[in-house]
């Protein structure tokens, strides 16, 4: 529990969220499966990684995932939103397309290993690129959820409230102005 945890737990339920609410909404199977393929391919990577010789001691020190984990669903957020601006503990300014930077910063300041952000990072930009980037290049979209786990979720129709008595009509002819 030191500061980098509670920092990174901060945005998991911030950014996390963020996803549900607007990229994700009404469809809680995708979100589900985008932290499925992200837990996939950060246990892939540690696996592979305790494999080659002169990296397996530094993924040996990576305990648990869930701050890449955390560090994906930033990234995916930033590289969904790149222009929204953003204040880091209110000392700078800067885009949402480099929150993962900064985070990965300050990640590196309070002494925390830049092997854990990083991961998420890359599991964040494997996602992005095989969701986003890949199907616009080609018109193929590889990471399609697959239809047993849509039948694990109800689909959530989006709903606009609308109130029931409202005409959307001109004005009255006297409210108008002659000019």
């Excluded at 892939?44 to 560090?71: D, Q, R, W």
């Excluded at 222009?83 to 209110?90: E, P, Q, R, V």
């Excluded at 609308?162 to 009255?172: D, H, I, K, Q, Y």
Aim: net charge neutral.
């Amino acid at each position: 529990m030191d500061l980098d945890f509670l920092f990174h737990m901060f945005f998991l339920a911030r950014y996390c969220k963020l996803l549900e609410e607007n990229s994700f909404r009404g469809r809680t199977a995708d979100f589900f499966y985008m932290l499925l393929f992200g837990a996939t391919v950060l246990t892939g990577i540690v696996l592979l990684g305790g494999m080659i010789p002169y990296l397996s001691e530094s993924f040996a020190k990576i305990i648990f995932l869930s701050n890449s984990l955390t560090f994906m669903m930033v990234y995916v957020w930033s590289k969904q939103n790149p222009f929204i601006h953003m204040s880091f503990l209110g000392l700078f300014t800067f885009t949402a397309a480099y929150l993962p930077w900064v985070l990965l910063g300050f990640s590196v300041l309070v002494g925390a290993s830049a092997w854990v952000d990083l991961l998420g990072m890359i599991a964040g930009h494997a996602y992005y690129f095989l969701e986003d980037v890949y199907p616009r290049m080609t018109g193929r979209r590889p990471l399609r959820t697959p239809s047993f786990i849509k039948s694990l979720f109800a689909d959530e129709a989006v709903v606009v409230a609308r109130p029931a008595n409202v005409r959307f009509a001109a004005p009255p002819a006297e409210d108008m102005h002659q000019d």
